[in-house]
């Protein structure tokens, strides 16, 4: 069997192409022309050089391919929507049209927990309206979502929807070692109460449910959440990423609706005096500071599906990661690494 994987130069690809080595399979990667793949070729991973929004680099790599998960995406940079809407709804167009093409059995697309919009006052469910935050990731996620289910629908895509909660774990430059940085150097904070759940989960959990959504014979035209329902609060998250690495734990709460308000005005600031990106967004106050929880009954009935890692497990298999790196962070692409950036 020869299984394609985009975007894998990550924390998710890291853990992923492993998983699926394990499977006796021939492995191909896609890759940025100009992405460090070494690694990948160092564990005999077929190296394809190519990018989503140019479907003519598409069509190689994906001749002879069996299955695919769609990982690449952007995130985690401040560009308008429409650069976003180049890579996650139109690169995911390419993507699954060339899948079509290639005659692919299944084709696994990686989506996101911000489609269904952000602090809902319940549990999200795969069948809720999308209704995504209004800031370029989302918006674009949800587009590409959308778009994937029509073409389920319409033009006969043998396709999986995955919607990953946001996954953290060793190496983690997006969100944990950011978080562990902050709190070791003393500037941790805690938006409103802190009582609020952060939709986290462990980064072998969500490899968890790509294999199944990529095997089980019953997923095609589904989508499935793949998250841990036993969130630790924002306070919680904190203290124990603070205990982990021995650093104090954040007393300064931050008031949530001023905060709001002062990323609305910096992310207007920005264009105006050149600042490559605002220093606080509304997405990442909302994303911090709201209650957001996601139910994984779907997943657990028919995928069999369950969280392996619990949080705190998982907090300190990351901060020792964190505590033992000693070389500068690698610069990674925000297109093809976008899928360790708990999408």
Known sequence: MTILATGVTGLLGRQLIPR???????????????????????????????????????????????KALHLAGMMGVWLPLADYAAVNVAGARN?????????????????????????L????????????????????????????QRMIRTDGLRA???RPGTFFGPGDNLH????????QSGRGVVIGSGENALPFVYVSDIVQGLLLALENPNAIGEAYNIANDAPLTQE???????????????????????????????????????????????????????????????ARRELGYTPRVSLLEGVKLAAT?????????????????????GV
Not at 34 to 63: C, H, I, K, S, Y
Not at 256 to 268: C, G, M, S, T
Not at 277 to 295: A, E, I
């Open 236 to 298: 919680e998250m904190l203290r124990a990423i603070a205990e982990a690495i021995g650093a104090p734990p954040p007393r300064v709460h931050l008031p949530f609706h001023p905060l709001y308000a002062a990323a609305a005005v910096a992310e207007r600031l920005a264009p105006a005096i050149r600042m490559r990106q605002p220093p606080v967004t509304r997405l990442g106050v909302k994303l911090f500071g709201t209650d957001n929880r996601h139910s994984i009954a779907k």
């Open 121 to 148: 006052g319940q549990p999200a469910m795969e069948s809720m309206k999308l209704r995504p935050f209004s800031d370029p990731y989302p918006l674009s996620k949800a587009a590409g979502d959308r778009l994937i």
């Open 176 to 183: 944990f070692n950011r978080m562990a940085a902050r709190l």
């Open 160 to 162: 999986v929807i995955v």
């Open 321 to 341: 990661a964190y505590l033992r790196l000693s070389q500068p962070e690698r610069t990674v692409s925000p297109i093809s690494s976008a899928s360790e950036r």
């Open 95 to 119: 993507v699954a049209r060339a899948a079509q093409a290639a005659g692919v059995e299944r084709l696994v697309h990686v989506s996101s927990w911000t489609v269904y919009g952000i602090d």
């Open 20 to 66: 699926l080595q394990e499977h006796d399979a021939n492995i191909r990667a896609l890759v940025l022309p100009n992405e460090d793949a070494g690694w990948l070729e160092q564990r005999g991973v077929n190296v394809f050089r190519g990018d989503v929004r140019q479907p003519e680099t598409l069509v190689e790599p994906f001749r002879g391919v069996d």
